[in-house]
């Protein structure tokens, strides 16, 4: 059986025989171009060269690039969807163009990998008057040439969404399904942005299978585009000549071809299983699963399947994001992978994974990678101890909010938003999680309610920020939601510098501006390069685990006997307010006696810097951070 890294290299030494420079793949988060958080597609790095830059490799490129792809994680634990995966490419920017690359494809695919042909269909597009671009009727030709030399005659089919297969082999379809562009539809293409028409090769995994008889789409008309899982595109081969102006579309200066075909599907399709899961890049996470669990995925119905598949695609996705210097958080790519990890935890739950296990699977997706990205592998202790800190942090916050989300829909029957907010809020239980949750349990969910929920959490925001006006004056000099923020840092770095430097440190004052924060404590000599390291990776840690901030009213007397920190007892009344960061009936962060105003959750603050610390008195060192 041909393993990925046979297949890998034997794309690259096919097209490097044909005059390809071999470049290796671009990290994940991509260099330069801040209109995208991930390298999504093959194409993406070689924008400035399609475009008409001269690469300094020549006209002829081929890589194996890595991906990531956030808006299909929904998608995820049917037989083919990931999140993370690698697209071989090649490319000519200006040189050969469709007969040549419609060829070799099909040589590669037939010879190389020996698939049968008569398991190939494929597709071109339909043209569009508007867009004053016409039928690639140069494509079909090409693809019924190719076709004969196998005795297969290729029959041309239009309108095949509508009225099925019809013995077709060859499908038009419009810009919906064979454009392409990083945008998308070429509505949807920003000026400037390149895109063409394109020609999908799919992979026919049998009609004796009975795909679309068992899916949801088994009263439809069956057709390549189909998603029963009979047909898995392998291949897009796009002839990027087109740029978008103010007025349409132009010619670009060259004629170019990008080619990408889905590594994963490829090894599918040349191992004549349609679940991409059983090949070699997902078995042995799935059988350390297997092994962990004491359950078995190939006796397992395809809806048990589901969590095998997404744990594998997660933990593969997060390790090879994390090794491309991508850490979990609240904020752009971080979030990402912060949601990766929880959901692979959620899932392991279905699995009657109790305990923290994902640390476990790292090892074993830097064996699967160890050849072509051996900088996993070297970073693999590192990753471990990002990603166990990680599951462990929400296992602490997971069970206590899945117990108080259950109590709420066996009383509502539903999800809304006050529920949602109200379990982020206590529990720091993310909205996306809420959702799974009653999906899964089939509750009814209010509409809008991502909308809701962020009009909710921003109302609170607002409401602890002027909630305490008038009252609190601690060293802020407004209210704005930039001091807000600072203000609860300040709680956090207190609590910081108590867990390094020990319990003696006491507050001694604060001045916050929206410029930066200062920060007085107890304390009797100057911090080291290394505290002052580990007070700011202590607070920014707590600031990535998106904590939430709870209010209490209680009589000053009760909070101070519940653990609440003063340190200037008489300024306050009888009745005070106490706020506690991190869940306040078990383990907090912080929790002290203050007016206010607070953020609702760690998260919205960003990462923050000490950038000085010196002598405020004798006794008393003062630290200056900013964001």
Partial sequence: ?????????????????????????????????????????????????????????????????????????????????????????????????????????????????????SRLYVTVFAGNQQLKIGKDQQSVQLWQQLFAKHNIKA?????????????????????????????????????????????????????????????????????????????????????????????????????????????????????????????????????????????????????????????????????????????????????????????????GKQLELEKPFLGDLVTTVAEIYAKPYPEVQEQQEQIQQVVTKEEQNFHRTLNKGLKKFQQAIDDLQQLDAQTAFELYQTYGFPLELSLEEAKQAQIKIESKIKDKFAQLKKQHAQQSRTASAGKFKGGLEDQSVVTTQYHTATHLLHAALRKILGDQVEQRGSNITAKRLRFDFSHTKPLTATQIQQVEDQVNDWIDQDLPINKQTMSKAAALKAGALAFFVERYPAEVDVYTIGDPDKEWVSKELCGGPHVSSTGEIDQLKIFKEKSAAAGVRRIYAKT
């Avoid at 997060?318 to 991508?326: E, N, R, S, Y």
């Fill in 155 to 347: 029959k041309v089919v239009d309108q095949a969404e509508q009225q099925g297969l019809q013995n077709g082999r060859i499908f038009y379809y419009d810009e919906t399904k064979n454009w392409w562009s990083r945008a998308g539809v070429p509505a949807d293409m920003p000026v400037g942005e390149p895109g063409g028409p394109d020609s999908e090769l799919f992979y026919d995994f049998g009609l004796a299978q009975g795909f679309h008889q068992r899916s949801e789409f088994k009263d439809q008309p069956c057709h390549v585009n189909c998603d029963c899982g009979r047909f898995l595109e392998i291949g897009n081969s796009v002839f990027m000549q087109y740029q978008k102006t103010k007025t349409g579309f132009q010619e670009l200066p060259q004629k170019n071809v990008d080619f990408g075909g889905g590594f994963e599907r490829i090894l599918a399709a040349v191992q004549d299983d349609p679940d991409i899961f059983k090949t070699q890049l997902f078995q042995p996470v799935i059988t350390k699963l297997e092994q962990l669990t004491n359950q078995s995925y190939a006796d397992a119905s395809e809806l048990a399947k589901h969590p095998f598949r997404v744990i594998a695609d997660h933990v593969r996705a997060a390790v090879m994001l994390i090794a491309d210097g991508v850490k979990p958080g609240n904020k752009e790519q971080s979030y990402f992978v912060r949601r990766l990890l929880r959901r692979a935890v959620r899932y």
């Fill in 1 to 117: 059986m041909m393993t990925p890294d046979q297949l890998r290299q034997k794309y690259l030494d096919f097209f490097q025989a044909r005059d390809h420079a071999i470049v290796p793949s671009a990290p994940l988060v991509p260099e330069n171009d801040p209109t995208t958080l991930f390298t999504g597609s093959g194409m993406q790095p070689m924008v400035p060269y399609l475009l008409g830059q001269e690469h300094p490799l020549g006209k002829r490129i081929a890589d194996s690039q890595k991906c990531f792809r956030a808006e299909d994680i929904e998608e995820v634990g049917d037989n083919r969807h990931t999140t993370f995966f690698e697209m071989l490419g090649n490319w000519s920017l200006g040189d050969y163009f469709k007969t040549q690359q419609l060829s070799w494809f099909f040589e590669f695919l037939t010879e190389e990998l020996n698939l049968d042909p």
